[in-house]
């Protein structure tokens, strides 16, 4: 299993940017899908995540500014992440949790990260 993630780059304060991370491989089912972020210095946080059935979670500081979604059909997770703040200057990384056969086991996988940065 193979996760590629894109979308990010270099946006103004107030700007919008969305992020996607499509999965690909040996893939029977793919249950919670999460993105994940690390500023310099900073240990990895969980910023979204979404179940299987859609129900969604988010970090304090990101409710009403991001909307995580997936695409079931595209093995595919989004980030819309508008009204940027130079705090939410990262690399993103998307984390999925991948079933690989009927009735296997779960396996989390990573994606590479994508920088996001913030700055006028």
């Known amino acids: 299993v193979q996760l590629q993630a894109s979308g990010g780059g270099l946006v103004q304060p107030g700007g919008s940017l969305r992020l996607t991370c499509a999965a690909s491989?040996?893939?029977?089912?793919?249950?919670?899908m999460g993105w994940y972020r690390q500023a310099p210095g900073k240990q990895r946080e969980l910023v979204a995540a979404?179940?299987?059935?859609?129900?969604?979670n988010y970090e304090d500081s990101v409710k009403g500014r991001f909307t995580i979604s997936r695409d079931n059909a595209k093995n595919t997770v989004y980030l819309q992440m508008n009204s940027l703040k130079p705090e939410d200057t990262a690399v993103y990384y998307c984390?999925?949790?991948?079933?690989?056969?009927?009735?296997?086991?779960?396996?989390?996988?990573w994606g590479q990260g994508t920088q996001v940065t913030v700055s006028s």
């Open positions: 491989g040996s893939i029977f089912s793919i249950n919670d």
């Open positions: 984390n999925l949790a991948v079933v690989t056969e009927f009735r296997g086991f779960e396996y989390h996988y």
């Open positions: 979404i179940t299987s059935g859609g129900s969604t």
